[in-house]
């Protein structure tokens, strides 16, 4: 299958890496400064399954060799999925299936709105990986998993010829006939991570330690689950139970990827994890002060971006 990935940094380009290394057919959809990086460097990866070094990948700049592609991986932050979007129109095809690996669920209608829900298709993935200023990819956890699925359910001729192109690999790719129900669940753990990581500023550990930060923490797991099933969401019986044994599993230095953007002074995903069930919340009547708290002290800090009013 023709392989084309948004972007080549620390989730499609780990990814990406991978079914290269199998002998897939694999773009990357870059930016120009990128494609320099990469025709200098190679796609070049560091992990604890195995190192990876290709020394031309394949990539191209948007509008650059228009053709239908067979599936287009979008791995982008949610702010930049507009921009995404209008990128990759020329590539998508009568065929083509779009995956997306966001956090969240909103995402979905914008991809179905611009491209029809027969050609969106449901995905997520579980990995800690980053980026480095040089362009390396350094992926250091033993969970590197991508799950995908036709998002009623079924097991399409297509959907398997997906799940062939990406069998075989050094990474995890599994076909999920609830990949709705599974994207749901990772949102509502996400959520509830990044929304206490970033209230507290600190790893989960000492949240978890201190008897009115785990409170919160329950408070905060079961205000989202209370609305995600309000608006129709396809939790399983006891998906907040089974969230809140995930969090007190995870190392006791475990940060979210979102406390880490604002430790940057980077913008955050708030509106998109956040924001969108706090629209829900207010169509819905259900009160949400621990997630209300959370998405006001991401919007606080966001404003202060560019005004060095922020503290590190």
Same mark, same amino acid.
């Given at each position: 299958?023709?392989?084309?990935?948004?972007?080549?940094?620390?989730?499609?380009?780990?990814?990406?890496?991978?079914?290269?290394?199998?002998g897939?057919?694999?773009?990357?959809?870059?930016?120009q400064?990128?494609?320099?990086?990469l025709?200098e460097?190679?796609?070049?990866?560091?992990?604890?399954?195995?190192?990876m070094?290709?020394?031309?990948?394949?990539?191209?700049?948007?509008g650059?060799?228009?053709?239908?592609?067979?599936?287009?991986?979008?791995?982008?932050?949610?702010?930049h999925?507009?921009?995404?979007?209008?990128?990759?129109?020329?590539?998508?095809?009568?065929?083509?299936?779009?995956?997306?690996?966001?956090?969240?669920?909103?995402?979905?209608?914008?991809?179905t709105?611009?491209?029809?829900?027969?050609?969106?298709?449901?995905?997520?993935?579980?990995?800690?990986?980053?980026?480095?200023?040089?362009g390396?990819?350094?992926?250091?956890?033993?969970?590197?998993?991508?799950?995908f699925?036709?998002?009623? !359910?079924? =097991? @399409?001729?297509?959907? &398997?010829?997906? *799940?062939? #192109?990406f069998s075989?690999? /050094?990474?995890s790719f599994? +076909?999920?006939?609830?990949?709705?129900?599974?994207m749901?669940?990772?949102?509502?753990?996400?959520?509830?991570?990044?929304g206490?990581t970033?209230?507290?500023?600190?790893?989960?550990?000492?949240i978890?330690?201190?008897?009115? !930060?785990? =409170? @919160?923490?329950?408070? &905060?797991?079961? *205000?989202a #689950?209370?609305i995600?099933? /309000?608006?129709?969401?396809? +939790?399983?019986?006891?998906?907040?139970?089974?969230?809140?044994?995930?969090?007190?599993?995870?190392?006791?230095?475990?940060?979210?990827?979102?406390?880490?953007?604002?430790?940057?002074?980077?913008?955050?995903e708030?509106?998109?994890?956040?924001?969108?069930?706090l629209?829900?919340t207010?169509?819905?009547?259900l009160?949400?002060?621990?997630?209300?708290?959370i998405?006001?002290?991401?919007?606080?800090?966001?404003?202060?971006?560019?005004?060095?009013?922020?503290?590190?």
């Open positions: 299958m023709k392989i084309l990935i948004v972007g080549a940094g620390a989730i499609g380009g780990y990814f990406g890496g991978r079914l290269l290394e199998k897939e057919d694999v773009t990357f959809l870059v930016r400064k990128r494609q320099q990086q025709r460097n190679g796609l070049v990866v560091e992990s604890i399954h195995g190192d070094h290709f020394p031309k990948p394949k990539t191209i700049l948007t650059e060799n228009v053709e239908a592609y067979d599936v287009v991986l979008v791995s982008t932050k949610s702010y999925l507009d921009s995404a979007i209008e990128s990759i129109q020329p590539y998508v095809g009568d065929e083509t299936m779009v995956l997306p690996l966001l956090n969240g669920i909103s995402h979905l209608d914008m991809l709105e611009a491209f029809g829900a027969e050609k969106v298709i449901g995905g997520l993935c579980f990995i800690e990986t980053t980026l480095a200023q040089d390396e990819i350094v992926q250091t956890s033993p969970i590197h998993d991508l799950v699925g036709v998002r009623n !359910g079924e =097991k @399409t001729e297509r959907i &398997l010829q997906l *799940e062939e #192109a075989g690999t /050094k990474a599994r +076909l999920s006939e609830k990949i709705e129900q599974e749901w669940h990772k949102y509502l753990f996400i959520t509830s991570m990044s206490i970033s209230l507290f500023r600190s790893p989960i550990g000492p978890r330690e201190q008897e009115h !930060g785990w =409170k @919160t923490i329950e408070r &905060l797991v079961h *205000e #689950a209370a995600m099933e /309000k608006i129709g969401a396809p +939790l399983a019986s006891g998906a907040a139970e089974n969230t809140l044994a995930k969090i007190k599993e995870i190392g006791h230095g475990m940060k979210s990827s979102l406390q880490r953007d604002m430790e940057k002074s980077l913008l955050t708030g509106d998109h994890l956040f924001g969108y069930l629209e829900n207010e169509q819905s009547g009160a949400a002060p621990i997630l209300s708290a998405y006001a002290n991401v919007k606080i800090f966001e404003s202060g971006l560019g005004t060095g009013k922020n503290p590190r």
